[in-house]
T-cell receptor
Framework: DTGVSQDPRHKITKRGQNVTFRCDPI?????LYWYRQTLGQGPEFLTY????????KSRLLSDRFSAERPKGSFSTLEIQRTEQGDSAMYLC?????????FGPGTRLTVL | QQQVKQSPQSLIVQKGGISIINCAYE??????FPWYQQFPGKGPALLIA?????SEKKEGRFTISFNKSAKQFSLHIMDSQPGDSATYFC????????????FGTGTRLTIIP
């Protein structure tokens, strides 16, 4: 059990560029979650997958955001036409029951 | 609408003392209440969690107290140590079928020698 991993750990981009983040969950965890955390705040739910099916999306997830989990294993979160307000820590978590285990996050800075 | 209110925002406790962080919720459908610890630059790590069928759960120096009628729960850290200095988040979620964790705003805990 190597834990949830995320890549990259840090991303600096210019406004208007597209970015993609990857999450590798704990093996055999069928549930995968994306959260966003801004400075001084708790994580906010973005979306959730059970296996490859995306079952819930927050209204925080505008049409510039898309998430996939094509084979029910790793997941990607893409942000198109980034805005300065997208600067945050993007956290991935996985679970097989009640407990959600978080990865180290990807810190996005939009200049 | 903030569904989980956490207090205090920051807390300073002397080494060996008891740290107490409180949370209150509004949604009566919440059925699972975890506490997470987060160090700077790291993801949240689960400390301890409780379901509403018990009023208290203890794991080592960490205890959750749960008051269902008041819709409140708290984290007690006994014999607080400098290594406990971190930000603590309470969270809540409904039962299976609704997986979303709703987090409080966090408490920055500092343990001083």
């Amino acid at each position: 059990d190597t834990g949830v991993s995320q890549d990259p750990r840090h991303k600096i981009t210019k406004r208007g560029q597209n970015v993609t983040f990857r999450c590798d969950p704990i093996s055999e965890h069928n549930r995968l979650y994306w959260y966003r955390q801004t400075l001084g705040q708790g994580p906010e739910f973005l979306t959730y997958f059970q296996n490859e099916a995306q079952l819930e999306k927050s209204r925080l997830l505008s049409d510039r955001f898309s998430a996939e989990r094509p084979k029910g294993s790793f997941s990607t979160l893409e942000i198109q036409r980034t805005e300065q307000g997208d600067s945050a820590m993007y956290l991935c978590a996985s679970s097989s029951s009640w407990t959600q285990y978080f990865g180290p996050g990807t810190r996005l800075t939009v200049l | 609408q903030q569904q989980v209110k956490q207090s205090p925002q920051s807390l300073i406790v002397q080494k060996g003392g008891i740290s107490i962080i409180n949370c209150a919720y509004e949604n009566t459908a919440f059925d699972y209440f975890p506490w997470y610890q987060q160090f700077p630059g790291k993801g949240p790590a689960l400390l301890i969690a409780i379901r509403p069928d018990v009023s208290e759960k203890k794991e080592g120096r960490f205890t959750i107290s749960f008051n269902k009628s008041a819709k409140q729960f708290s984290l007690h850290i006994m014999d607080s140590q400098p290594g406990d200095s971190a930000t603590y988040f309470c969270a809540a979620r409904p039962g299976f079928g609704n997986e979303k964790l709703t987090f409080g705003t966090g408490t920055r805990l500092t343990i001083i020698p």
